[in-house]
């Protein structure tokens, strides 16, 4: 039977043809074509690409599932659970498929548990998940200690996780640096460009073209490293969430409206000027910096948190293993020094000790860390409790795992904060270059066509045909300076394993920065070129 995505890449190309050869549409001629290309890429290239080319790649989430089937084979469970357990969580969107699969052939097909991994794997494109079911089949098979198994697996992965992790920091050292690069490169295409418009005149379609196109390689270089740089496991979305998450969007929005409005009320009263631009952002990136320092405290509790966290569930799980009562076990561990993870466990005790449902406590306590690293051990954790398994030799586990964790997390967030620094400053130069090109551009146009009736007809005509139109510089200017504000804020942001919500710190900041930058680059020209461009002026026009 023919997969969805094949079928659905027939039915594209059957659309795209019938838009080709049909009578044409508004918009056929490139709608067919391209509808056709996509079809055929994403229906019957793709798919046969990741048969024939399977994926090697090992993620955060593949250690995560072996530790969870790890921990819960520690209480020698029916083979189904091992399945179930990961089947229902949403916490492995990429697996949890795989593995729901295997639980409905084994439960409610009839199939045994050895042909159901067999049978699944053969649809799995990822190598790595594949010869694991495969194993992990063989080894129901002959009746294998399926912990022993699920052990030596678990510490295969995790090894070939630091060493991939490892080698996409490298990846990621290089990647940044090329942003850096074109970043840098920009400004003087931009340069050349408006040098370009200078000699042919300043048209206004020119100068158009120009920062169009050094904003759309600004914006290509950063949708490359959306792709190229995966998503660092790192803020979770359990509910209920914490109201200052509220408070963020709605500082954000209101910081939006009032560099919206600054701006409109500028150029209202003042047109389109170097001042009123930086004016415009300066404020509306003062007004975003108050969400985003908000998000930046979220974010510094989830570090604190995680780096406590594994000395917590260690110490907790040899302790639930000797008193078996959740309440109990965790009183001797309110008085440890823990940072900002005391507060939290205060509040889960306080649940525990009022009877509430421990799988409710738990989530509450996951949702007011808002790390996802304690989303999952947490989660894990409630399962060995559930199925029986070994606390103390779980805790230890999971203490490991996320001490792992850290450390690779450490090392990216020192690239990420090099490439941070970098980008200020880089954005810093971008800007005030940028602004000094087009004064500088914009202040010998207005020197030349002031003399341009005392030059001869013929090279005045090559030199320069018209005036170039300011308004239309300065708005193109801050068209181009608040897109690169933005790009440069998605790619810290991305680099950065952080909260999404600090997209608004770096937005603020950069802001500011480019306004300084306006700033710095206007009246840095103003000064070196106003008494030469004035005594050029009158030399010329001195009989």
Request: with cysteine; charged share 15%.
């Given at each position: ?290 969400p985003g320092f908000l998000a930046k405290g979220i974010e510094k509790t989830i570090r604190d948190v995680d780096e406590f966290f594994p000395v917590f569930i260690r110490s907790y799980g040899m302790h639930l293993q000797t008193i078996p009562q959740m309440a109990r076990a965790l009183k001797p561990l309110l008085a440890a020094e823990l940072g900002r993870l005391n507060r939290f466990l205060e509040n ?196």
């Open positions: 039977m023919a997969s969805v995505k094949t079928m659905l890449g027939a039915m594209g190309v059957a659309a795209g043809l019938v838009l080709m050869l049909a009578r044409p549409l508004p918009g056929s001629v490139a709608l067919g074509p391209l509808l056709l290309v996509g079809s055929v890429v994403g229906g019957f290239v793709y798919p046969y690409l990741r048969r024939r080319f399977p994926s090697l790649s090992i993620d955060l989430d593949l250690t995560y599932v072996i530790q969870h089937m790890l921990a819960v084979s520690t209480g020698k469970p029916p083979r189904r659970v091992l399945f179930e357990v990961v089947a229902r969580e949403e916490l492995y969107p990429k697996y949890a498929g795989i593995f729901k699969k295997i639980y409905l052939l084994g439960k409610e097909w009839g199939y045994s548990f050895t042909d159901a991994c067999r049978l699944v794997a053969r649809t799995v494109y990822n190598k790595v998940v594949r010869e694991f079911l495969v194993r992990l089949g063989s080894v129901l098979a002959v009746g294998e200690d399926v912990e022993l198994f699920l052990r030596t697996e678990y510490s295969t992965i995790i090894t070939e996780f630091e060493t991939y992790y490892t080698r996409l920091i490298d990846a990621a050292r290089v990647f940044l640096g090329i942003y850096i690069s074109l970043l840098a490169a920009s400004v003087f295409m931009l340069a050349n460009f408006l040098l370009l418009s200078f000699f042919f005149g300043g048209t206004r379609g020119l100068i158009i073209a120009s920062f169009g196109v050094v904003t759309l390689t600004v914006a290509s270089t950063t949708v490359i490293l959306l792709v190229l740089l995966p998503r660092e496991t790192f803020e979770n979305r359990v509910e209920p969430r914490p109201r200052v998450y509220r408070v963020i969007d709605l500082l954000a929005l209101l910081g939006i409206v009032v560099m919206v409005a600054t701006g409109i009320t500028a150029i209202t009263r003042g047109g389109f000027t170097y001042e009123n631009l930086s004016i415009v952002l300066a404020v509306g990136g003062a007004f975003l910096l108050i889960l005790y306080s649940r525990l000790l009022n009877e509430i449902e421990p799988k409710v406590a738990w989530r509450l306590f996951a949702a007011e860390t808002r790390s996802e690293l304690v989303h999952r051990s947490v989660t894990i954790f409630l399962d060995t409790v559930e199925k029986g398994g070994d606390v103390a030799k779980v805790g230890a586990m999971l203490s490991d795992h996320h001490n792992t964790v850290i450390r690779l997390r450490k090392t990216r967030f020192q690239v990420a904060k090099t490439f941070e620094t970098t980008t200020y400053m880089m954005h810093m130069a971008v800007v005030l270059i940028t602004v000094f090109v087009t004064k500088l551009m914009y202040g010998f146009a207005s020197i030349m066509q002031s003399v341009q009736s005392r030059l001869p007809g013929e090279v005045a005509g090559v030199l320069i045909s018209a005036q170039m139109p300011l308004d239309l510089v300065v708005g193109s200017t801050g068209v181009f300076v608040l897109a690169t504000t933005i790009f440069n804020s998605i790619a810290i942001l991305k680099a950065m394993p952080g909260v999404s919500r600090t997209f608004w710190y770096y937005m603020g900041l950069l802001s500011i920065i480019a306004a300084a930058g306006i700033m710095g680059g206007k009246y840095l020209m103003d000064l070196i070129l106003t008494s030469t461009l004035e005594t050029l002026n009158q030399t010329l026009t001195t009989p």
